[in-house]
Nanobody, 124 residues
Framework: VQLQASGGGLVQAGDSLRLACAAS??????????VAWFRQAPGQDRELIAH???????THYADETGPFTITRDNAKNTVYLQMNSLKVEDTAVYYC?????????????????WGHGTQVTVSS
């Protein structure tokens, strides 16, 4: 399984961005793999932002984030993170990750596959 994150950039506070995570590999399937977005700001731990479950596509969001929305396109094997009303404190490298099975976790070791990350910088 390979994950490729894209869509980051430099925006102003209040703007929106949509990140994309394209999954590939013969073994990848939304019937098997849940996908999550994490972010890591300088000097801080990597934290879970949003998660979309395998099979039913149910979602989970971290309490302190938003208004963000995670969705997926089954035909494109792609998961999106729509980020609205961005704040300066949303500045971070955003990573997508996948794990086999249903259920979310805040622990990075629970996720088996990681993309390289995409930088999001929000200026005031």
């Amino acid at each position: 399984v390979q994950l490729q994150a894209s869509g980051g950039g430099l925006v102003q506070a209040g703007d929106s961005l949509r990140l994309a995570c394209a999954a590939s590999g013969r073994s990848f399937s939304f019937n098997i793999h849940s996908v999550a977005w994490f972010r890591q700001a300088p000097g801080q731990d990597r934290e879970l932002i949003a998660h979309i479950n395998a099979r039913d596509g149910s979602t989970h969001y971290a309490d302190e984030t938003g208004p963000f929305t995670i969705t997926r396109d089954n035909a494109k094997n792609t998961v999106y993170l729509q980020m609205n009303s961005l704040k300066v404190e949303d500045t971070a490298v955003y990573y997508c990750a996948a794990r086999r099975g249903w259920g979310w976790s805040t622990h990075t070791y629970e996720y088996d596959y990681w993309g390289h990350g995409t930088q999001v910088t929000v200026s005031s």
